[in-house]
């Protein structure tokens, strides 16, 4: 056993604050609410059910996660946020129409309790959407230390001896990175300058870096990677984590390429099309917005594949991703993918997939598991990005100078050995070779 790091206990009360309160963060947060009631089991969550293995497979030692490392319990749990949209979140909620209003019902007051915050918003960056909840400022700079006063005062009004941030807003346009990126001096003189470069996201990021919090992008557009905000995050000692959390079709993706990868299956051809009718489908009908999550959902295929090094294999591959708003679907994503291989002389074969699946329910344990892992990080003493927590990502974070690792499998134990790491427990490299010599 090797020595693990000083990890600071999991006391009092841990704030969760979301960047918009519609589909994904109702769920969650009435899901948390129906999970603390004994309503409803935490499926697919790695920090309510998941288990770690340690030491030798003989030795039998398989706590939960939960047992291992000390996350925040469920109940110590405040949950907060900002929307454009005056609702709160029961009525969000029954808006969204993901959870049947039975089990809404049984955890109504808790609820309707949380009403959103004014939020930073700006049309030049969600076009397909519009609010009366925003916060109006002299320029981007103002509107960041409206936030930070918003952070502090939801710490003090609910006594929480820590706050995460999580950024669950809508898809923004495709942004590159721009000179305000470059250092933390030349970011700050652009919120002052309302350099626009820095959109909402951008802000919230600013905001929570500054104070210190962990934060965390849900969505693929351009966030806390920038150079200047993993500056500020080292000087504050904020862990960063993000982009877009991989759920329906992208995590498809992740768990049958690598397979047909380790096989040495080529691959001629991927066409993926999605049908969506909730607000985010709403959002990604927007072209600017969609060149958001295109990027985001077509890298993972790159790097899991690495035609650099397979180009008998991979070099050619013909790969489209298409997203169709279509509003009676509501939440009930459907995503279809036909994938055109080929095996030993170069035979031709087909793969086809039809993936009916709920976008938020697949989101919502996401969201809880980075929040409580991005606190363990900061408890931990770990700042800036935390490529461990790339799992649950499509365009995971990762230092400059390497690629990012995709495949969902090594990514889980990444994750898993981070853990062990912690508490001084040997990594797991799955040789084996121990049992046989």
């Known amino acids: 056993m090797t020595t693990g790091i000083s990890l600071a206990p999991a006391e009092g009360k841990l704030g ?40 030798k497979r003989t030795e039998n030692r398989t706590p939960t996660i939960r047992e291992f490392v000390p996350l925040a319990e469920l109940n110590d749990i405040v949950f907060g946020g900002w929307d454009i949209f005056e609702d709160n979140c029961y009525e969000a909620a029954k808006h969204a129409g993901v959870l049947d209003e039975k089990l809404l019902d049984q955890v109504k007051d808790e609820l309707a309790a949380i009403k959103p915050m004014a939020a930073v918003f700006d049309r030049h960056y969600v ?17 960041a230390d409206q936030l930070i006063a918003d952070i502090r005062k939801f710490k003090a009004d609910n006594n929480c001896s820590r706050v995460v941030l999580i950024w669950a807003g809508s898809t923004e346009i495709f942004l590159t990175e721009s000179a305000c990126h470059k250092s933390i001096a030349a970011f700050e003189k652009g919120l002052v300058d309302n350099d626009p470069a820095i959109s909402p996201s951008q802000i ?13 992008n849900a969505a693929p557009n351009l966030s806390a990677e920038v150079p200047a905000l993993r500056e500020l995050a080292a000087k504050t000692g904020s862990p960063i984590t993000g982009n877009d959390m991989k759920t329906g079709q992208t995590l498809i993706k992740t768990i049958i ?15 993926s ?20 999550k295109e990027e985001s959902k077509k890298g993972a295929l790159d790097y899991i594949f690495q035609p ?10 013909s790969h489209v991703v298409r997203i169709n708003y279509y509003p009676p679907r509501g939440d ?12 030993w002389l170069g035979y031709p074969m087909q793969l086809k997939i039809n993936f009916l699946c709920r976008d938020s329910i697949l989101a919502a344990p996401i969201v809880l598991d980075v929040a409580l892992f991005l606190d363990l990080s900061k408890r931990a003493g770990f700042s800036g990005i935390q490529e461990w927590l790339s799992f649950y990502f499509k365009s ?14 090594i990514q889980l134990m990444k994750l898993k050995n981070t853990l062990r790491y912690m508490r001084g427990e040997e990594l797991i490299t799955h040789l084996g070779r121990e049992y046989y010599d």
């Not at 390429?257 to 066409?271: D, E, F, M, T």
């Not at 009930?332 to 095996?343: A, H, L, M, R, T």
């Not at 990762?398 to 495949?407: G, M, R």
């Open 257 to 271: 390429a690598p397979g047909l990868k380790a096989r040495l299956i080529g691959v001629a051809g991927w066409y």
């Open 16 to 55: 969760i604050l979301l960047v918009g309160l519609g589909a994904v963060s109702t769920t969650t947060i009435a899901g948390v609410l129906a999970i603390r009631k004994g309503l409803a089991k935490p499926i697919g969550s790695l920090t309510e059910m998941g288990t770690v293995r340690l030491g």
């Open 396 to 409: 995971p974070m990762h230092a400059p100078e390497v690629y990012p690792e995709h495949d969902l499998f």
């Open 273 to 292: 099309t999605n049908i969506l009718g909730n607000r985010d489908g709403e959002v990604l009908d927007d072209p600017e917005s969609f060149k958001s």
């Open 332 to 343: 009930n994503k459907e995503g279809w993918d036909n994938i055109d291989i080929f095996g």
């Open 127 to 143: 076009k397909r959407l519009d609010g009366p909840n925003v916060k109006k400022g002299k320029n981007k700079k103002d509107l």
């Open 204 to 216: 919230y990021a600013y905001a929570a870096i500054s104070e210190g919090l962990p934060y965390g």
């Open 308 to 317: 650099h090094l397979y180009p008998d294999l991979y070099k050619d591959i």
